[in-house]
């Protein structure tokens, strides 16, 4: 394979400001909905991660827009319901804050939002959530009402109240009058069901009850050091399960206050600039707080029943401020997440704090959001709302080995068009049609389609925009071209297929395309999920597709979304150009759209075939055996067929992007084409699926995931994307994640391991489990080994009575969490851990060893370490057949020391002069 | 398995004090070798075989007149080993003895008892302070600061030596044996236990200084650390004594022993913990209910299982062991009473809270809290109850080891040093620190005084201080010599891998430029770094950039100042982690009415530095080369200041060639005993004469305040010794040379390295060449002086020339092992220096033994020999058991001064004559205070002392006879010898009356009365 390594795509990061768990903990008997972790950032994205047993997967990206932020998010849980025996979970809703006077709930499973509320008063700057009824207090009386209110603090000093009752959000009351005096409300935060506390620049916490909106307390901070500012500022409060107190202000300190008395108990200076972020963990024994200096704090009670807390140990793992972090404990899971303007959240062991690594996710968006046209030597990338594009010339002499791209003189990429698109809302979704002719860019509002024309002489491009129908206006998820240049696949916010023929795609003449009035509406297989699972929790979230490919010979499209559920369509007919394009049918399309929304509401009710519509004599339908696919344990995160071995030399296929052309189509047949699927799922999971047929691949079948390489299992970064190289024969895949590139060769099997069933792995499985179970990471980044323990204590102690070594006996036990491990209250929220094949007793995913070529001149599998933060793989050029280099790809980096940080208030090494005071 | 230990009695030893001056030196009890053993100077020297015919210089052997190298006299060595020494010592009185014949024999007898009575090393004083917690009286009026064999104690309200006691450790004991812990008592504060390196404890009584003479052997084989604690039990109270030590077949041990004087044979002892590890470092809490140990990075906590044993030889222990993250440099505990035992076991419901703070080789400090209960509430099924969070407190402020960290009283602070030079407060509920910056070295040890009112701090450069607690004020300080000493073990921390520093190959010792002051005979001036520190296997190169001057009437240290660039920085580390590097002293030389000080420094850039210039030039060195700093430096004292001002700065006074813009180094410097003048050779060979001139200002002079007129120095006159062109053309610059002035001043020699040995006499006023002679030193020259008329060249052999009759008067060649050491190892490891007092002068040798192995500079040693300038026979010959670092002349009396690497400071002296440093006693030996009651245990002591004696001196007494027949009858009492009693000092300085009597008592009485005493 021909390497490009790049690094010139300017994908800014964005700033994380708010981090947000659908749960704080989530006990073992607790009937809840999956917990996902909300992260917003600086430019309006909000990101949705399922922690997932510690397989952190970024499942989907509610977008955001120009001058958008979001600057607090909020879950809230409504309270469950009990309907005919059956328990509805409550709602999980997601709710956001970003500097305006609104607060906004999100519709999560269209990425839009739900509903807004706001009222006269200042911009909010924080926001907060009523604890939940617990159930004593439930029995106390009984009629109240379980659910959660949010509490909004604003920076003209008012306090708000929105209530989330009757599924609806509307703003209860404004508790504390807006007024010129009062000073900003910085954080706030609920220390039980009726009592506020709220955190404010001018060196006080005040206390509220919210039942009448009289003032409780207020605590003085007093004034601020010698030589700063007067006022302290608040930056966070949170309250313990006790009622403790505990803020966090802009002296470094952490104060410890009495939640009965509302008197100061102890005061800690851990940090040497401003504490902007708190956590704790459910139960009280742990603070947590990051700040301005970039560390990372852990404060712990000293001795029992005395009060005190101490801290523990601090680290530096940000690059930047730490802004925002949020803890969540449960699942087996038991791990902090903390954000800032270094945009990769990092998640660090709660309980086992020390004993464990952290581990950086990385700052990017889980879908690459590089495309190629390898036919032109074309690659796009986007962001917020740029389109950029670049032409990889061909390197005439390839000398160079790999990754020599720096070297190359700048002419070896020009970048050759910038398109800003109009518009508020951010590019979800752009695609690049294989001769590099077409860009088609989704927004959430609408759809747009540009031709370009890229002048080989002078190497610049013209972008024309092409009108699209105006089924398009209500813009989509995920767009995609099929490797013919034939269709255009759109996902709608909705989870909606929409199939649109391009009607001069692939002809060179310079007339504009356009779109085929009839759209081919596709609707997937209704998964009979029951009603009180769609109507609790997260709802339908997880019918959400996230992705979407195209067989090489445009036949056959899969889609699969977070579930776990692949659903397949195939193209039937011959092409027959002749038949006439029908005027716009607007009627149609209208109809159409209606009902499919219905539909979607319904999810997806059998009605497909009367709205499918044939198109130049060929019709999209269900694959027949679509229903023979099986859920698959995790959400797919790379989906791709197999390019046809069976094709001309130069042929290689690409796995998002193939680029043959259509073989001769069967007429109300299924195609005959390659059908095999690769489907990579979030946990590493590797399977191949012949779709036709509805069953695995014989390789597949001979190859399951626990016959895969160790090291492959150990890894921890979600696969991103794949490269298929069939050239000479070879049937190779390049895997692809943040940090590493794998490659397997499909044509060998994996070693067997001896006395072990491939097929019958059922003992084996179940015997792995239970061992499994307790060396376990808690979420973060795997177990320190024991020599390297910097914690000042180790896992183990010695007994020693009178000489006689006794026992050796733990001292540090593993995570309380462990004991529910494999326990989930809800079957569909966490993927079966008996196909989990992660193994993190080791953190060999992190430790940049490259690994050469085995010592046999073929091996089945190769890795390396070398290239990371990996963005994307593209292909970007045939390759040379005849060298049997393979398909030239271009590996794109971005590194976070790259990609330019806002400055910092503290610099790297400035504590060395003020240190001693000397 | 209880193994009684039996106390022994140790060697009796009288201490050589001025009242007993006349005493004859102990055989055993003393490091240094007895006079007379002609084993040691043999290795040194090959000795002359016809040493008596050549009494008078005029030898036969070698002609006179020639510019050939004189037939030196030669003695083939017989061996350079030191385990044939005995074989030497009696091949060699065989030899002796064989062609000399029976006159020879019995004259050279009498020649060499004589030379025994003639000189004598007194008891050193300084030395450096044991690495040991300073102990603090219970009334916190004391201070008891431990040397490496002494226990002495200082008054914290004026800081004086109160009173030094010397355990008489066992003869058979390894050269180093060292005090290794000390504790006081918690039964009875008056005693202090002290644990010696070879396994000895002794049991001393600080208040009167009794108990020195008897101990206990823990261990056959050593000690490592020890802890005292007061144990209750069957009704009765003792004192239980913790050790740590390696056991014969290999693993280390704790052992407890219950060492009782009432039945000193009989003493129960109990192993409780054996390791294959190496514990370091042993602490008890609770009247022994908790013990905590350090192995490697292990913390042992222990606790007594039960109260109810009658002896210790019943006494259990449980231990739990875990792993801290490193190894363990400092540890303390501290142990209170539970108020609240909610949630705890039954059996841990009584036990105190035990807080642990443990400092690592790293810097990081571990606090762990409560950490007895926590490790002993595992439940029956092996686990640990919820809600125990084993995780200690991480302080990590100090970037290197953490020598020493204490828990304060009350238990909210705690207070840590280290290499940063930063006494360290942890406020522990806030989390906030409290700094005090800039102390003067490493902090080495802080301990808390039982009050909580002050702490007591040592520091690495051999010096101690008292701070009060409030205001961190210094009450009380404790300084002694602050040159460089010999690391005594390799510290823990040796294990972190660092940027390697530029050290010395071979290995060597660096020498410490020190003199006397003539003017004021007590002060003794030293050039001493901010480490002293020497490393034994990779001695680094050190700078020494500040004067320390120390009063050796008293011991104490007067004032220290910096003589060169000194960079003092928070972090002693540049940017790349490299320590900053700063000038080396290389030479202090004083005028002779003691006002002015010339001072060579030098410093070389780092060769890291230019690592960046290696593609342009070929060799580093050139370019370090071209970069070096020398400065000879001219300062006046002030009377008003009490420091020496500088008054000129001459950069750069030798080049490195003729035509050599680059600084060349400083061989030598000279101070002319007659007027204003010093001089200097250097690498480009050429001598430098330096004189003062009036400062003008525009032709008028400039004057101080008191009307003296200021003065500048200025090169008088440039001589060039050798041929320039010879230099010029071969490129080698000499890499030795020396200068001397004779006794008046009237000349100068001066001599740098060439293959005949030419030397050259200068006039010095005009600078003109009078006399040039080859042949006066072979290979590199060390050292030049001169006695009288006579030039004594120190090179490979030791040349003794009357410049008058231009005669060899006798020359001796070093021994194999001297001569063949490299030149740096020459340069700063071989000391010459004259008495002209006695006539007689003084030369120093390193003698490396060729042990097997890694070489280490404990291995190696230093011996001593005078010599009277007329005669190769030396006068006396002492093995020092460390490394001699400077060798003076003592000028207030006949006699040398002679510094170590333990920082003593020994008087060899004749007979007689009173050391300066025999004033250095203890307020309690001078008896200034309180009258002395001497109790009945001192009188039997003493008693016994003269028992001793007895036994081994039938051999002087026998040359007695021979030699001072007249002495003992009719006693004949120089003037001179007088006044060598009288006029040792200003008459407020001199000794008491008492001392006095003694000593002129002993002039005239001679033996019988160190008997009699």
Known sequence: MDIHRCRFVPFPPSTINALAFSHSRIFKDQKAASPRLAIGRANGDIELWNPQGGAWLQETIIRGGKDRSIDGLVWTQDPNEEVEGKTIIGKSRLFSIGFTTTVTEWDLTKGRPLRQASGNHGEIWCIAAQPPLSKSEKAANPGQWAGQRLIAGCTDGALVLYSTEDEDFQLQRILVRPSAKKAKVISVVFQNRNIVVAGCTDSTIRIYDIRNGSTVRNMTLGSGPKGGPKEIIVWSVKTLRDGTIVSGDSTGEIKIWDGKLYTLRQRIRSHQQDVLSLATNFDGTAIFSGGMDRRTVVYKPVGKGKNRWAEVAHRRFHSHDVKTMASFEGGGLSVLVSGGPDAAPITIPLGQYGFEYQRALPFFPQETLIRSAPKQGLMMSWWDREVHIWHIRKDPDPIEDEEDIENKPPEGRKLVAKILIKGEANITSAALNPEGTLLAVSTNSDIKLFQLRLNLEEDVMRVSKVTVPSTYSSGARLVQFSPDGKWLCTIHADSRIVLSCLLTSGTTSASSPSIHPQQSRLSRLDRKTEKHVLLGGLGSYDRTITQLAFSSDSRILAVSDISGHIDTFVLTGHEDLSQPVPSDDSDAASSSSSSSESDSDSDAEVEEDSKTKTIFGQQWTRNPSATLLPKLPSAPVVLSFRPSATKLPNGTAVALHPTRNNPNPISHALPTGEDRLLVITSTSLIYEFETLKGSLSPWSRRNPTSLFPEDFKRTLETVRGCIWDLSQGRERIWIYSVGWIWMFDLSKDFPSPSGELINGNGNAEKSKKRKRGKDRASGAGGVIPDQQLGMGISRRMQKVIHEEVEEETALILDSGMDVDVDVDGDDDSLPDLSLLRRDSRDDGGKTPQGKGKRGDAKPSDWHTFKYRPIMGVVLIGEGEGEGGVGPEVAVVERPAWEAGLPGRWEGEQEWRDREVGL | ?1013
């Not at chain 2, 003992?968 to 007088?978: A, D, I």
Request: net charge negative; glycine share 6%.
């Open chain 2, 1 to 1013: 398995m209880a193994s009684p230990l039996k106390r022994k009695r140790g060697p009796v030893e009288v201490l050589d004090t001025p009242k007993r001056s006349k005493s004859v030196k102990d055989q055993s009890g003393n490091p240094l070798r007895p006079a007379g053993e002609k084993a040691g100077w043999g290795a040194a020297f090959n000795p002359p075989q016809e040493l008596v015919v050549t009494t008078n210089g005029v030898n036969g052997n070698h002609s006179h007149r020639t510019s050939e190298s004189p037939e030196a006299v030669d003695y083939e060595a017989y061996v350079q080993d030191e385990k044939y020494k005995d074989a030497l010592e009696q091949r060699e009185k065989s030899s002796k003895n064989v062609p000399q014949g029976n006159n020879n024999k019995t004259l050279a007898k009498s020649e060499e008892q004589k030379a025994i009575e003639l000189w004598k090393l007194s008891e050193p004083i300084g030395g450096r302070m044991a690495n040991a917690d300073p102990v603090f009286s219970r009334d916190e009026k004391f201070l008891i600061v431990a040397n490496r064999k002494t226990i002495n104690v200082y008054s914290t309200s004026n800081s004086l030596l109160t009173r030094s006691i010397k355990p008489n450790i066992n003869p058979e004991a390894p050269r180093y044996t060292r005090i290794v812990a000390y504790c006081l008592s918690p039964t009875d504060p008056n005693i202090v236990w002290v644990a010696f390196s070879d396994g000895s404890v002794f049991r001393i009584d600080w208040t009167i200084g009794t108990g020195e003479t008897d101990y206990w052997m823990i261990s056959s084989t050593d000690c490592i650390h020890m802890t005292v604690t007061s144990m209750e039990s069957a009704g009765r109270r003792r004192d239980v004594v913790f050790t740590t030590e390696s056991k014969k077949d290999g693993g280390f041990r704790i052992t407890a022993q219950e060492l009782s004087i009432e039945t000193p044979s009989e003493s129960p002892t109990r192993t409780i913990y054996t390791t294959p590890n190496r514990m370091q470092f042993l602490k008890s809490a609770k009247e022994g209910s908790v013990i905590v140990a350090a192995s490697g990075n292990r913390v042992l906590v222990g606790r007594l299982r039960s109260t109810d044993y009658d002896t210790i030889a019943n006494i259990r222990y449980e231990f739990r062991v875990f792993e801290s993250t490193e190894a363990i440099k400092c540890l303390d505990v501290r142990a209170s009473n539970r108020t609240e035992s909610e949630g705890l076991k039954k059996s841990l419901k009584k036990s105190p809270i035990v807080d642990v703070v443990v400092g690592d080789i790293r810097g990081v400090l571990f606090v762990h809290h409560d950490l007895l209960a926590k490790l002993f509430s595992q439940q029956a099924d092996g686990k640990l109850p919820p809600g125990i969070s084993m995780v200690p407190r991480k302080l990590h402020w100090h970037r290197e080891v953490v020598h020493t960290v204490k828990w304060s009283l009350d238990g909210n602070y705690i207070i840590s040093g280290g290499t940063e030079t930063v006494l360290v407060l942890w406020q522990l509920d806030t989390g906030k620190q409290q700094f005090l910056p800039h102390m003067s070295a490493t902090i080495q040890n802080v301990v808390v005084s039982p009050t909580g009112t002050s702490y007591a701090i040592q520091l690495a450069d051999n010096s101690a201080m008292i701070l009060s607690t409030a205001e961190l004020e210094p009450t009380a300080n404790i300084a002694g010599i602050q040159a460089s000493v010999l690391e005594s073990e390799e510290p823990l921390e040796a294990q972190i891998q660092k940027i390697e520093e530029p050290s010395w190959q071979p290995l060597l010792v660096q020498r410490t430029p020190a003199l006397i002051n003539p003017t004021d005979l007590s002060k003794l001036l030293l050039v001493v770094g901010q480490q002293q520190e020497v490393s034994a296997t990779k001695p680094l190169v050190m700078s020494n950039p500040f004067l320390q001057t120390f009063d050796l009437g008293s011991g104490h240290n007067i004032s220290r100042q910096a003589f060169t660039r000194t960079s003092i920085t928070n972090i002693d580390a540049a940017p790349s982690a490299h320590r900053i590097s700063e000038p080396r002293v290389t030479h202090m030389k004083i005028s002779h009415d003691g006002k002015w000080l010339a001072t060579v420094d030098e410093w070389t850039p780092p060769a890291r530095e230019y690592d960046f210039l290696k593609h342009r030039s070929s060799s580093l060195a050139i370019e370090q080369q071209h970069r070096r700093e020398v400065f000879l430096k001219f300062w006046q004292w002030n009377h008003e200041t009490g420091l020496w001002e500088l008054v000129s700065r001459i950069d750069s006074p030798h080049s490195l060639g003729p035509d050599s813009g680059d600084a060349g180094r400083i061989f030598a410097l000279a101070s002319d005993p007659s007027s204003l003048r010093f001089s200097t050779t250097g690498e480009d060979g050429i001598v430098r004469t330096w004189t003062t001139k009036t400062r003008k200002r525009d032709g008028v002079v400039v004057r101080a305040k008191d009307g003296s007129a200021y003065k500048n120095w200025h090169c008088q006159h440039a001589v060039c010794l050798g041929k320039p062109e010879l230099l010029d053309g071969t490129g080698n610059f000499p890499t030795s040379g020396s200068v001397a002035f004779s006794e008046d001043g009237s000349v100068l020699a001066a001599a740098c390295d060439n293959e005949d040995g030419l030397l050259h006499l200068l006039d010095p006023d005009s600078g003109v060449e009078r006399l040039s002679h080859t042949g006066l030193f072979e290979g590199a020259i060390v050292g030049m002086e001169f006695l009288g008329q006579d030039l004594i060249v120190l090179s490979n052999k030791l040349f003794v020339f009357d410049i008058v009759s231009e005669d060899f008067r006798f020359a001796i060649k070093l021994a194999k092992s001297p001569a063949s050491l490299s030149l740096n190892q020459k340069q700063e490891m071989m000391h010459l220096a004259v008495d002209q007092r006695s006539r007689t002068f003084a030369v120093a040798l390193p003698k490396f033994s060729s042990q097997p192995g890694k070489p280490s500079l404990w291995a190696a040693r230093s011996e001593l020999t005078v010599f009277h300038h007329d005669s190769p026979e030396p006068q006396l010959t002492e093995q020092f058991p460390t490394i001699v670092t400077a060798l003076l002349p003592a000028i207030s009396s006949e006699g040398y001064m002679v510094l170590d690497t333990a920082a003593e400071i020994h008087t060899v002296m004749k007979k007689g004559s009173q050391a300066v440093t025999a004033l250095a006693q203890s307020t309690s030996a001078l008896e200034l205070d309180t009258v002395p009651d001497e109790p009945a245990g001192e009188n039997l002591l003493e008693e016994e002392d003269v028992e001793e004696m007895e036994d081994y001196l039938p051999t002087p007494a026998a040359t007695q006879d021979g030699v001072d027949e007249d002495n003992s009858e009719h006693p004949v009492v120089s003037q001179q010898q007088l006044s060598e009693i009288f006029d040792i000092g200003p008459s407020f300085a001199l000794p008491p009356m008492e001392e006095m009597f003694y000593q002129v008592a002993d002039l005239f009485l001679s033996k019988p009365l160190a008997q009699s005493v």
